[in-house]
């Protein structure tokens, strides 16, 4: 196998806490025109997340559609009218507000970072995010020009699973997959992926619900220090 080169990160609930930002923006968006957002409710926004996004990702739908059918799909299960695109672009944008207020790293980033470097090792990001949003949230955690090269689904014109974005990802750094190790929380997008394109690969599982049988499997960043060898 050849040898260690570079440790490439996924951005969203790896180094981003997406979920919590989403999570904490969600319920302060909905208390402004609905009411409270019950456990119930914020599940059913991140269902609805998972759908449309899904869909983006497999290029059926634009990213301002899905985020259209995320809304259209919220109002639904509320029992409101249902909006034009115009009314619905303008819920979207209220709650990225609210969204956004909250974005913040996980305690374990800066840690992980150093801890690579420290290990004589290149790092980067590998993110299915929009390129603009991405590269905002970065600045908003502090991380910009902490990481790089930072690649996103748009620029690369394909999405994680797909092969093509880790081909490209090791193009970018100039290096045979092997030598690259992806970090992520995702099993199916970050790990079953990256190993199928070559990739090393370490699944972060901060909650506990990946799959029993993962060999590389570590609950905090803190703990990447035992794959870095």
Not at 15 to 38: E, V
Not at 144 to 150: D, E, F, K, L
Not at 166 to 192: I, K, Q, R
Not at 210 to 229: K, M, N, S
């Amino acid at each position: 196998m050849a040898e260690l080169a570079a440790v490439v990160f996924d951005l969203d609930d790896t180094l981003f806490d997406h979920s919590g930002s989403a999570s904490r923006g969600f319920g302060t968006w909905l208390a402004g025109f609905h009411g409270p957002a019950t456990p119930e409710l914020t599940a059913a926004w991140f269902e609805l997340q998972d759908l449309h996004f899904g869909a983006w990702r497999a290029g059926l739908v634009s990213m301002a559609e899905q985020r259209r059918r995320r809304i259209a799909g919220l109002l639904e299960l509320l029992g409101r009218p249902a909006l034009e695109p115009t009314g619905l672009d303008a819920l979207w944008a209220d709650y990225f507000v609210a969204y956004r207020s909250g974005w913040q790293r996980f305690d374990d980033a800066e840690a992980a970072l150093a801890l690579v470097a420290a290990a004589g090792l290149r790092t980067g990001i590998l993110t299915n995010g929009p390129e603009d949003m991405q590269h905002d949230k970065l600045a908003v955690i502090g991380l910009t020009g902490r990481v790089g090269p930072v690649l996103t689904a748009d620029v690369l014109g394909c999405a994680k699973p797909d092969p093509r974005a880790y081909a490209g990802l090791c193009s970018a750094l100039g290096l045979d997959p092997a030598a690259v190790l992806y970090v992520g929380d995702d099993h199916d997008l970050d790990v079953v992926a990256a190993r199928a394109a070559g990739l090393r690969a370490v699944h972060l599982d901060r909650r506990g619900t990946g799959p029993a049988g993962e060999r590389d499997r570590i609950a905090t960043l803190h703990d990447l220090a035992a794959h870095l060898a």
